[in-house]
Each structure stands twice: as C-alpha cells, then as structure tokens.
C-alpha cells in the first residue's frame, strides 16, 4: 500500500497518486486499487462524480457488522483500475486501522491519495510508502531558472576564452 500526501493543496497528490495507480493496473495482470480521502481522483481520470457510497460512509457506520465489505463499494474506474471514492460526509479517521485491514483483502496494489495534512498513523504504519508530494515555491523556481542561467553564460565564457588561449607546442 503506498500513501500520497502533502502538506498543502495544489502540490499534485491526486495527479502523482492517479499516475501511480494507473501503473500499477497496467503492470499488475490482477488491476489496482486506488482510494480517494481527497476527493479529487474522479477529475484528474476523467470520471463523472461518483454518487454512491464512498469511504467516508465505510468509516462512519458505528457497528463493525453493520458496515458493507469495500469491495462493495468499489467502482470500476478503467479495465483494469478499481476505485473507492471519498464520499460525501466527513471523515472519521478513528477507524483507519479496520479500514487497511479491510483494504488488504483486495490483494492488489493499492494507492491511497491521502490529500493534505499528515495521515492518519493507522495509514502510515501499514503502508509499504509513503509519499510526501512536494512542488518547489514559485521563488525557488524562479532562483532556479535564474542560477541555471547564470551557469550557462558562465561556460559559454569559459569555452570561448579557452578556445582564444594559445596553445604551448
């Protein structure tokens, strides 16, 4: 099981967590699963907005026996990705750890977009990775571009000043 998160929004989570999935489907002759507590993994496949239930309804029924299976609840999202959606109500994250038990009886690579924010430890202890999403700052983008400009015009002058140097034969 691999998480993805990060610690703000707009890092690219869902797009890194999609991708990943979506490898894994295509390498793994039995799929994949992806699990979205984000809310976003529908928009970046392509797919309408799921309207049944979802993880956060799993996580909110209070009596163990109650609960539907995960199975259940996963859609087909291509041939060969499955997916649990996030739901519609608010995520009760006291039930994490029954929630990856029930995970594990997928028995496929599973990637979970976590969004932002640390995840839950229950989470994090059980995953195989986890992935902490970061994107450098519009400054240290722009310190970049400019370093490597600086450093491209620094060679260029040293490759013309070697090439007039006389050589000693």
């Not at 799929?31 to 529908?42: F, T, W």
């Not at 909110?60 to 199975?71: H, N, V, W």
């Not at 983008?141 to 090439?163: C, D, E, G, P, W």
């Amino acid at each position: 099981m691999i998480v993805c998160w990060s610690v703000k929004g707009g890092s690219g989570t869902t797009v890194v967590a999609s991708t990943l999935a979506l490898v894994h489907a295509a390498q793994s002759s039995r799929g994949a699963l992806i699990v979205d507590l984000a809310g976003d993994v529908p928009a970046v496949l392509g797919l309408a907005e799921p309207t049944g239930i979802g993880a956060s309804e799993w996580l909110a029924q209070p009596e163990k026996s109650a609960r539907m299976s995960l199975q259940s609840i996963a859609i087909q999202a291509t041939a060969n990705l499955q997916m649990i959606s996030r739901g519609a109500v608010s995520i009760n994250s006291s039930r994490f750890d029954e929630f990856c038990a029930s995970l594990q009886t997928f028995d496929l690579p599973i990637i979970i977009d976590a969004g932002c924010g640390v995840p839950d430890e229950a989470l994090i202890s059980r995953a195989s990775s986890s992935l902490l999403i970061t994107r450098p700052c519009s400054y240290c983008q722009a310190s970049l571009i400019a370093l490597t400009v600086l450093a491209k015009n620094y060679f260029q002058k040293l490759v013309s000043a070697h090439r007039t140097w006389p050589s000693h034969g």
